[in-house]
């Protein structure tokens, strides 16, 4: 459901354009297929925070099937993907996954995405291109 809400990019133009023009808000790009279940969910997430972090955030779904320009310049092989943009500059985020350049993993909580959102915002608007994740994702935890 939130797939239809979110705003779509058709086009690599449209993309490009996206990340060149926001000069102070973070522009959260999701990278997948709108009918995979993984980013229906991932979408929900999104929507559901969108009015939270509309602020300092602004997010884009992009179906990958259809604007294939990036797959291999991001490595978007995943079925969803969500990337940070600052001022046409990626922000990595450190997840303790040891892939900082992107989500690639499902996150359950509403709070910890907005949480992620914040993290990144922060450092990004502080000029630092890395931020350290609120939560260790990292799979050492989960045994």
């Known amino acids: 459901m939130g797939s239809t809400f979110l705003t779509h990019l058709p086009s690599a133009w449209h993309v490009d354009q996206a990340i060149l023009s926001e000069e ?9 297929s709108d009918a995979a279940p993984e980013c ?5 997430h999104l929507y559901k925070i969108s009015d ?3 602020n300092f955030a602004v997010i884009y779904a992009i179906d990958k099937d259809r604007v294939p320009d990036f797959n291999s310049m991001y490595e978007i092989y995943d079925v969803c993907t969500v990337m940070f943009f600052w001022r046409n500059k990626h922000i990595q985020v450190d997840f ?9 993993f499902d996150i359950a909580d509403k709070q910890e995405l907005i ?5 990144a915002y922060k450092a990004a608007s502080k000029g630092k291109g890395l931020a ?9 935890w989960m045994y």
């Open 115 to 119: 949480d992620i959102l914040e993290v």
């Open 52 to 54: 939270r972090v509309k």
């Open 24 to 32: 102070s808000r973070l522009v959260v790009l999701r990278f997948g």
């Open 132 to 140: 350290v994740s609120p939560k260790d994702y990292s799979t050492k």
């Open 96 to 104: 303790g996954t040891g892939n900082n350049n992107k989500i690639n």
């Open 40 to 44: 229906m969910a991932m979408d929900e």
